[in-house]
């Protein structure tokens, strides 16, 4: 079999995995979906595998259809972009579908949790194979509607239902920006095939100096605005600012899912979709976009100091580690965003999961304040939630420290190429918001892990210590026959105390450390990714990866420093930050973007609608108070205006001459009527959009993209 037959294989399989776990939910038991789920994804993981050994630069196109002249293909193309983030959806997938075994045990939709999941994958697989834009714009939509399913999984909660549409509505803001990107792609390269208009740019840029200044403004004012477009649909799925703050609410839904879609698959979307399109991004984009991202870094990472609840320190965490990629994004660091994404998506899936782990066993209680001491009760979790905080601070011999240093020392050579000082804020911010980063994950795992009672430092070194002692006894055994009890016994003990939730956590802190991307635990040259991604890295800057280091020592030693008073004001219950500190509680609520947003716009559209219907009842002009009058009214919507619009059109591009008296009368006869009806349908239109049903905004979209195919038609006519 070819490349692209296996991965269409493999996106069947999960397609299946979701049609047969929803429509037998009730006939299958809980125990034969998981092993069916685990099943399709192990073969996945496999399969994505066998592809890396098989290599990149294979492609696959077949016409999908046609309007007018224009044909729009379904592509796929591999590369080693789509083979990277191929196996870390599937592999990640893999082992949150392993811990969800025992974290969605006896949940009554148990069967329906894996099917959405299932769908989600392929969805998400859907993205990475895209050979175009167009076909990546379904599958991105698709991955938006998984994501409002899964963060509303638990629908009964009102807080879930609420997360889920908020999620969607908010993703949808930024996805408009994404569409009118691709049309302009399309009108500028006439085609939207990933290769082709990567060949036409590359061309252009470098045949750049043979246009005119005109020419040369025009084009380049022209792909600015075409990659900010597309940077919009980045904005929204991977939490920039100013359409960051879906993703904390997006903390209603099951922590495994989390782990999958908000730390290592679908967040990490924007990122793959910009480093898809790099190539169309000119000066001025860059710069804007790392000026978001860096942004976005700083203020998220202050908002998780502030934060109470365990999964809202990773969730802005998250927001704050993506603002990090993009800003590599925006100063032509590609390869170093995506180093920092990959090691990211194991070393973050690591602590939502071992957060996971904490939910379940404290029965769903996620405030941190009522946590602790859970280090002896918790062993494994503990030590593996700690692998991967360092992973986050960007400790040496952890991943994290390779990637983030490569992001930091690429952001200081970017700027050093500028010739002037004032592009060394965005490096500089990036460093800060890092350091923030180191406080931020000490502070979670002290208030979490650590007894509140005694010294945290003295419980450290006797955990190091205590450690060591049974790793020496183990050692010891393995030669000794007189200790061979005590091996059996430790071995024994240690694999009973290992289930679907330690195995899943485990993996990810492996994974975390810097063994698995590098043999150099102090830097990433010459490292498996960097054969296959390469980074340069000035030696000029290499001085940055030393100093990093030092700032996030000082900063886990504060956050160290600072947790001791919290615990104590925890002790005596005063641990609200916003209770005596404003600019705390600022920080908290996230600057109360969320309020803005709800005065600006919200408020407004609730307040027309109302007016409007107040209007609507009064009116005599159309009655809609009862369900024959809706009726009518839609009866007499569709016959007369949108088969009436239709047959018009295609009689006009036929017979414009003949049919020209006849078109105005048309449109001043309906001109009239529309007039006295504006306000009644006005009111109704305006009542759906306000009605708060998925279903209206995916038919709204549909009609949407209904009328912009017909404007495409008549525009190819």
């Known amino acids: 079999m070819s490349a692209p037959q296996v991965i269409l294989s493999n996106l069947v399989f999960y397609l299946l995995g979701f049609v047969v776990f929803l429509a037998a939910r009730k006939q299958l038991s809980d125990q034969s979906v998981s092993l069916l789920s685990l099943l399709i994804s192990l073969i996945g993981m496999l399969l994505s595998l066998g592809l890396i050994v098989l290599g990149s630069g294979q492609s696959f196109s077949v016409n999908w259809f046609t309007i007018a002249n224009h044909n729009f293909n379904f592509d796929i193309l591999i590369n080693n972009l789509t083979l990277l983030l191929y196996f870390i959806v599937q592999f990640v997938g893999f082992w949150v579908q392993l811990f969800s075994i025992r974290y969605m045990e ?3 939709d148990f069967s329906r949790y894996f099917s959405y999941v299932n769908l989600f994958i392929f969805a998400m697989l859907g993205v990475v194979i895209s050979g175009n834009l167009l076909l990546l714009f379904f599958f991105w939509e698709l991955v938006g509607f998984c994501s409002y399913l899964l963060i509303g999984f638990w629908y009964k909660r009102p807080a879930a239902t ?12 930024g996805d408009v920006g994404f569409l009118f990107g691709i049309f302009l792609v399309y009108s500028f390269f006439n085609t939207l095939n990933i290769s082709e208009v990567a ?17 040369q403004y025009s084009k380049s ?24 703050v879906w993703l904390p609410d997006a903390m209603e839904g099951p922590t495994p899912v989390s782990a999958l879609i908000h730390a290592a698959t679908m967040v990490a979307a924007g990122i793959f979709l910009m480093a898809r399109i790099a190539f169309l991004l000119t000066p001025t984009a860059g710069l804007i ?20 609840d365990i999964k809202k320190v990773l969730a802005y965490s998250t927001i704050s580690q993506l603002g990090l990629m993009v800003t590599g994004i925006g100063i032509g660091a590609t390869n170093a965003a995506l180093f ?37 009760r918790m062993p494994i979790i503990f030590w593996c939630f700690g692998i991967c905080s360092a992973a986050l601070a960007g400790l040496p011999f952890f991943s994290g420290y390779l990637s983030k240093d490569a992001l930091l020392i690429s952001a200081f050579s970017w700027a050093d190429a500028k010739q002037n000082d004032v592009y060394f804020l965005i490096p500089l911010t990036a460093v800060f918001a890092s350091a923030l980063t180191a406080y931020y994950i000490t502070r979670l795992y002290i208030l979490v892990f650590f007894d509140r009672q005694g010294s945290t430092m003295k419980a450290i070194v006797q955990s190091v210590v205590n450690t060591y002692s049974n790793v020496r006894k183990g050692m010891k055994a393995v030669v000794s026959a007189e200790e061979m009890g005590f091996r059996e016994n430790l071995v024994s003990n240690f694999i009973r105390s290992i289930g679907p939730m330690e195995a899943a956590v485990m993996v990810m802190a492996f994974l975390s450390l810097f063994l698995p991307f590098s043999l150099n635990p102090f830097s990433m040259e010459n490292s498996t990714f960097e054969t296959t991604f390469p980074v340069i890295l000035s030696e000029k800057y290499h001085w940055v990866a030393y100093g990093m280091l030092g700032i996030t020592l000082l900063s886990i030693w ?6 001791k008073e919290e615990v104590g004001r925890i002790r005596n219950e005063t641990a609200v930050y916003g209770d005596s500190n404003w600019i705390a509680r600022f920080a908290q609520n996230h600057y109360y973007i969320n309020s803005l947003y709800r005065f600006i716009f919200v408020k407004p559209l609730i307040g027309v609608a109302e007016k409007v219907e107040e209007f609507d009842e009064k009116s005599e002009v159309l009655n809609f108070t009862t369900v024959s009058g809706v009726s009518r009214w839609l009866h007499y919507f569709d016959s007369t205006w949108l088969d009436g619009v239709v047959n018009r059109i295609g009689t006009l591009l036929i017979h414009f001459a003949d049919e020209i008296r006849n078109f105005e009368q048309v449109i001043i006869d309906r001109s009239i009527t529309l ?20 279903q209206s905004y995916i038919a709204s979209l549909i009609a949407g993209l209904i009328l912009l195919i017909m404007l495409l038609f008549v525009l190819g006519n």
Request: contains cysteine.
């Open 199 to 215: 060949e036409q740019a590359t061309k252009l840029f470098a045949d750049f100096e043979i246009y005119s200044a005109s020419q």
């Open 558 to 563: 504060l956050s160290y420093t600072f947790a």
């Open 162 to 173: 609420a997360a889920s549409k908020k999620a969607f509505i908010m993703n949808r803001v």
């Open 221 to 244: 004012y022209l792909l600015t605005v075409m990659g900010l477009l597309l940077f919009c649909g980045c904005v929204a799925k991977s939490a920039q600012f100013p359409l960051q």
């Open 675 to 694: 007039i006295s009806e504006a306000a009644g349908r006005l009111g109704k239109l305006t009542r759906q959009l306000q009605a708060g049903r998925v």
């Open 289 to 308: 976009i790392a000026i978001i991202g860096v942004f976005t870094a700083l203020i998220s990472a202050i908002s998780a100091i502030f934060q109470y």
């Open 340 to 376: 920092h994404l990959t090691t990211h998506a194991f070393f973050k899936a690591g602590l939502f999961l071992g957060a996971g782990a904490v939910i379940h066993y404290l029965h769903h209680n996620q405030d941190i304040r009522k946590m602790g001491n859970l280090r002896k």
């Open 106 to 108: 006896k949940d009554p």
